[in-house]
């Protein structure tokens, strides 16, 4: 611990509020919030730790802290500052995915819609579906039992579904209000899971085609009355309350937190897994912001079932709903439920990341084998983009023990070469980076490997040496379909690997991987810098507004798609007019 952490300590208040600690180059690694800030961040730094937060001290350089009214205050902003500086160490419960809905809306002619939140109150909503194409299914079903309007306005003449029967036709066809009413009712019931009456009327339409011998017609019936058998199909699990209630259950076992929360709607139980993470010193506190980071992105339910040693009174103070831990009986049975599911997805994963970490590490032994080297632990690879030369850029990922390190990922603007020239660009690009990794104390890779075949690892060797850096340096080269081919060593000579051994598949996701990035980075480079040439052309567009239209529009295709309306909300009328004007003479 340094001076300048020893006394701010000194320094904090008993009061509630959020932390920020920082690395040594002042990079916010890790948010936290506290009814005593002085005792919380203190606690850091005494006494003895799980492994994510040793690890996590072991960076700490500096910290700032933010005092609030109260530990509500302090664990919504704890929230909302993660979600700005997304720091390493916190964990990213969420992953701001809304669950879709299906909406009846409230209008003169209504239609269905599916919807990612359920907050238009005079509409009808059913959900939440579980994925998107659980709700497209039943939107598409319900769209063929029930004729709604399709369109998003009304057309000034009938279509399609008009023909096809799927459709009152609003267009052109006076619709009694209480034929809506019916068909509202008819989908709400339905929807909550009593299909008799539909089930009838299909039934009858299908024997009444089949008789007239139209076969086909009858199977489509057919196939519909199946449709609306599984979409409602009926569960062991259910309530005949029609409640909407959600149940969280969480496991916590070899320092890592599973949490699994189930959706009840309409008495059929609905299930959403979260993967596992690492726990911290404080499971209460990695809960309570999972749960209210969720229901900031996802509709409240009426009641919310806990375990019954959660500490719910902040929970109470947050969220607007009934919560309920219950004791025995059918609720208590569920939550014993999602406890058990969280307990089976946490074991499974571990089984999977067991076999997964097995197969690297294989790979990874075996290269080493190969190159006759120990094993290597961290390798960077290296590719160029360009295009004849112009927009030259390099990106550089790294893996460590087969698994993508991104935070150790570098992109490199070619400075000091003029046209195609890949030899050259490798050359600077190996130079800049093992020249800093030198003067910098950084820890060097066990293997560099550059995407190509002799020339860029002549390049790479001929630096690498000259800096005596004892690293060894390979090169992958692809086949006439750009497909991974061949791993070739530093005198260019091929390195013979079983393309289906794991190792063949693991080079083939790090090619792969180096390509993506550099070919983004170039992407990037291009997009701006033909963004900028535009702008510069414009009297009246400084640095500021320059960064501004950036920001919004990110590329000059989106920039283009604006309106003049859209630029004069950024620049003054006459700008955004010759602005306007000079894109379009542009694409013309």
């Given at each position: 611990?340094n ?13 509630p509020g959020?932390?920020l600690m ?7 690694i890790y ?10 961040v ?6 003895v ?7 996590l ?11 609030t ?7 919504l ?5 993660i979600?700005?500086?997304q720091?390493?160490y916190?964990?990213?419960?969420m992953?701001?995915?809304y669950y879709?809905y299906?909406?009846m ?18 509409a ?9 194409t ?5 939107f598409?079903?319900?769209?063929r ?15 399609l579904y ?5 459709c ?6 006076e ?8 068909i509202k009712?008819?989908i709400?019931k ?9 089930v ?5 339409k ?13 199977k489509?019936y057919r ?6 058998q599984?979409?409602t199909?009926k ?18 076992d070899?320092?890592?937190l599973s ?8 008495g ?8 596992l ?18 229901y ?6 009426k009641e ?5 040693d959660?500490?719910i ?5 947050i ?11 059918n609720?208590?049975?569920l939550?014993n ?14 089984e999977l990341?067991?076999k ?12 080493g084998e ?5 094993t ?7 590719d ?8 030259a850029?390099?990106g550089?990922?790294?893996f460590?023990?087969?698994?993508p390190s ?17 030899y050259a660009s490798?050359r600077?690009v190996?130079?800049r980076?093992y ?5 910098e ?11 190509g ?6 390049a790479a ?13 390979c090169?992958?080269a ?6 991974t081919?061949?791993l ?11 393309p ?9 996701r ?22 900028s040439?535009i ?6 567009i400084?640095?500021?507004?320059k960064?501004?239209?950036?920001n919004k529009?990110?590329?000059v ?7 003049l ?12 007019q010759?602005l ?5 003479d542009?694409?013309s």
């Open positions: 611990m001076q300048n952490i020893k006394d701010k300590l000194s320094l904090l208040p008993l009061s959020c932390y920082k690395n040594k180059e002042g990079t916010i948010v936290g919030k506290a009814k005593k800030l002085k005792n919380r203190n606690s850091y730094f005494v006494g730790h799980n492994y994510k937060t040793t690890k001290v072991s960076e700490i350089e500096d910290f700032e802290y933010i005092v009214d109260s530990e509500k205050e302090a664990l902003l704890e929230i909302n500052l979600k700005d500086y720091p390493e916190n964990i990213m419960f992953d701001n995915t879709p299906i909406q809306t409230d209008e003169e002619h209504p239609t269905l819609k599916i919807v990612r939140h359920a907050k238009e109150k005079k009808k909503h059913f959900g939440p579906f579980p994925d998107a659980a709700a497209r299914d039943t598409k079903l319900l769209n039992l029930y004729p709604l309007r399709k369109c998003h306005s009304i057309p000034a003449k009938p279509c008009y023909s096809l029967g799927q009152l036709a609003p267009c052109i066809n619709v009694d209000p209480n034929e809506y009413v019916k009712k008819s709400t339905l929807m909550h899971g009593d299909i008799k009456e539909k009838d009327e299909l039934t009858e299908m024997l009444k085609a089949s008789e007239q011998m139209k076969y086909e017609e009858a489509e196939d519909l009355i199946e449709h609306i599984y979409v199909a569960q062991h699990v259910q309530f005949n309350d029609n409640i909407d209630r959600d149940i969280f259950g969480y496991y916590i070899r320092g890592y949490m699994q929360l189930f959706f009840m709607r309409s059929k139980l609905l299930s959403r897994n979260i993967n993470i690492p726990v911290s010193d404080n499971e209460q506190e990695d809960i309570q912001q999972f749960i209210v980071t969720f900031q992105n996802n509709t409240l339910p919310l079932l806990l375990p019954k959660l500490d009174d902040i929970l109470k103070e969220l607007d709903c009934k919560i309920i831990q219950p004791q025995r009986g609720k208590y049975q939550v439920m999602a406890i058990e599911n969280a307990k089976e997805s946490l074991e499974k994963q571990f990341k067991q997964n970490e097995a197969a690297t590490i294989g790979a990874m032994q075996q290269l190969l190159l006759h080297i120990d290597p632990h961290i390798i960077e690879l290296f160029n983009s360009n295009i004849q030369g112009a927009y850029v390099a550089m990922v790294c460590k023990d087969g698994i991104k935070k150790d990922y570098r992109k490199f603007k070619i400075k000091t070469v003029e046209g195609p020239d890949d490798m600077e190996i130079y980076r020249f800093r990794v030198l003067s104390g950084l820890t060097p890779p066990d293997m560099i490997i550059v995407d075949g002799l020339g860029q690892i002549h060797v001929e630096v690498i040496d000259s800096l005596n850096m004892p690293i060894t340096i090169g992958l692809k086949d006439d379909k750009h497909s081919a061949m070739l060593d530093r005198e260019g000579q091929q390195i013979p690997i079983n289906k051994s794991e190792l063949f598949f693991l080079l083939t790090m090619q792969d991987e180096v390509h993506r990035y550099a070919i983004s980075f170039h992407k990037n480079v291009r997009s701006k810098s033909l963004f040439s702008l510069d052309e414009i009297d009246g400084g640095p500021k507004r960064k501004q239209l950036l529009y990110k590329s295709k989106k920039m283009k798609e604006a309106s309306e859209d630029l004069q909300q950024i620049l003054p009328n006459k700008v955004a010759q306007y004007t000079s894109l379009h542009t694409s």
